[in-house]
Nanobody
Framework: QVRLVESGGGLVQAGGSLRLSCAAS????????MAWYRQAPGKQRELVAV???????NYANSVKDRFTIARENAKNTVSLQMNNLKPEDTAVYYC?????????WGQGTQVTVSS
């Protein structure tokens, strides 16, 4: 059974930094893409950043030049370095892995940015 476990969320002041990590286990096949999504209260879940198995990355416009996604294929891990955080980044952040046609999700980690 695939399991994704996130860590690293918390409370930070605007302008600060946080680093989220996600470890995948129970995966028998290679992971296609790994990504971070977020969902703020009253809003739909949105894609923040995605990285392919080959290392190609893509970011939401709202986080470009502030967030960096990285993965280690051998360890099935993905991280999200978040710099210059803004109050509008406040959300629950979810790790995602696309494996053999299936979307796998972590339980989410809260990120709160105070002004």
């Amino acid at each position: 059974q695939v399991r994704l476990v996130e860590s690293g969320g918390g409370l930070v002041q605007a302008g600060g930094s946080l680093r989220l990590s996600c470890a995948a286990s129970g995966i028998a096949f290679s992971i296609d893409t790994m990504a971070w999504y977020r969902q703020a209260p009253g809003k739909q879940r949105e894609l923040v950043a995605v990285v392919t198995s080959g290392g190609t990355t893509n970011y939401a416009n709202s986080v470009k030049d502030r967030f960096t996604i990285a993965r280690e294929n051998a360890k099935n891990t993905v991280s999200l370095q978040m710099n210059n955080l803004k109050p509008e980044d406040t959300a629950v952040y979810y790790c995602n892995a696309f494996v053999s046609g299936y979307n796998c999700w972590g339980q989410g980690t809260q990120v709160t940015v105070s002004s």
